[in-house]
């Protein structure tokens, strides 16, 4: 079970960057398909990015096209996400979780971080 923690959120003006980190632990990260989801209050919980063990393939959802993306340093066992253009619509919870292949379901990813609040105020 490798365990991730997540850094980087924070409070920030519409049209600003933030960049995400999630660190893990163990030797098996290199193994690992990665994703980010995000939470806001009183939604569920839904899919941003994902990235492929080699970093070659990746995956976002349609609202993050083109302002957010995501990438992994296996050396370092951790993963990004990089933040462009911020909306007040991407506050929220953000967590990163670990799977065996890219997926955009909750239920492909068996382990998660506790998450880190992005605030986007206007």
């Known amino acids: 079970q490798v365990q991730l923690v997540e850094s980087g959120g924070g409070l920030v003006q519409a049209g600003g960057s933030l960049r995400l980190s999630c660190a893990a632990s163990?030797?098996?990260?290199?193994?690992?398909?990665m994703g980010w989801f995000r939470q806001a209050p009183g939604k569920e919980r839904e899919f941003v990015a994902a990235?492929?063990?080699?970093?070659?393939?990746?995956l976002y959802t349609d609202s993050v096209k083109g302002r957010f993306t995501i990438s992994r340093d296996n050396a370092k066992n951790t993963v990004y996400l990089q933040m462009n253009s911020l909306k007040p619509e991407d506050t929220a919870n953000y967590y990163c979780?670990?799977?065996?292949?890219?997926?955009?379901?909750?239920?492909?990813?068996?382990?998660w971080g506790q998450g880190t609040q992005v605030t986007v105020f206007s």
């Open positions: 163990g030797r098996t990260f290199s193994w690992l398909a």
């Open positions: 990235i492929s063990q080699s970093g070659s393939d990746t």
């Open positions: 979780a670990a799977a065996s292949k890219v997926d955009l379901t909750l239920e492909g990813y068996r382990s």
